[in-house]
């Protein structure tokens, strides 16, 4: 059986885009959160996002 990660990024006031759908913010930056990150997409096979995620992050 597989395992289900869920990864979100959330300001601490519970919000996900700033105004006008910015989602600049969250480049947390640093290393030691980008080898998080890079560890975690090492052990998944499959992203899933919802649409207006998906539109925002198509450029990228």
Do not use: C
Not at 29 to 46: H, I, K, R, V, Y
Request: glycine residues 8%; charged residues 25%; negative net charge.
């Amino acid at each position: 059986m597989r395992k289900v990660f869920l990864f979100m990024m959330v300001t601490l006031d519970g919000y996900f885009e700033g105004p006008d759908h910015d989602i600049s913010w969250h480049n947390a930056g640093g290393q030691e959160f980008s080898d998080f990150a890079n560890n975690q997409l090492d052990e998944t096979d499959t992203l899933i996002f919802g649409r207006r995620t998906y539109e925002l992050m198509a450029d990228f």
